[in-house]
């Protein structure tokens, strides 16, 4: 049984940081995977923030390019979300994914792609 389960979200002033971390158990990394951070505000579809592949690819939504940092540790099977300049418009529910395939780059930010999710992480930008 597959669970990833978040933490780290909270409040925070605009132009502030903030780590989110993703934790996985059941779940091997077997160099096909794909990670993915997703984020859905009230009202709003689930939109794909960043993901990481076990080929060592990036890719971020346009909304946080330049601004956001995926990255993972295979040996602790955890995911991160460093989230720099944050604006009061990033704030929103964040979920981490898991996929057993690497795929290719117009599904990486589809949530449909991922066959295992968290539960989230609050995240709220204040101005």
């Known amino acids: 049984q597959v669970q990833l389960v978040e933490s780290g979200g909270g409040s925070v002033q605009a132009g502030g940081s903030l780590r989110v971390s993703c934790t996985a158990s059941?779940?091997?990394?077997?160099?096909?995977?794909?990670l993915a951070w997703f984020r859905q505000a009230p009202g709003k579809e689930r939109e794909g923030v960043a993901a990481?592949?076990?080929?060592?690819?990036?890719t971020y939504g346009e909304a946080v390019k330049g601004r956001f940092t995926v990255s993972h540790d295979s040996a602790k099977k955890s995911l991160y979300l460093q989230m720099d300049k944050l604006k009061p418009e990033d704030t929103a529910m964040y979920y981490c994914?898991?996929?057993?395939?690497?795929?290719?780059?117009?599904?990486?930010?589809?949530?449909?792609?991922?066959?295992?999710w968290g539960h989230g992480t609050q995240v709220t930008v204040f101005s």
């Open positions: 994914a898991a996929s057993s395939w690497i795929l290719p780059g117009a599904r990486v930010l589809l949530p449909s792609a991922f066959s295992y």
């Open positions: 059941g779940f091997t990394y077997n160099n096909t995977y794909s």
């Open positions: 990481v592949d076990a080929i060592h690819r990036t």
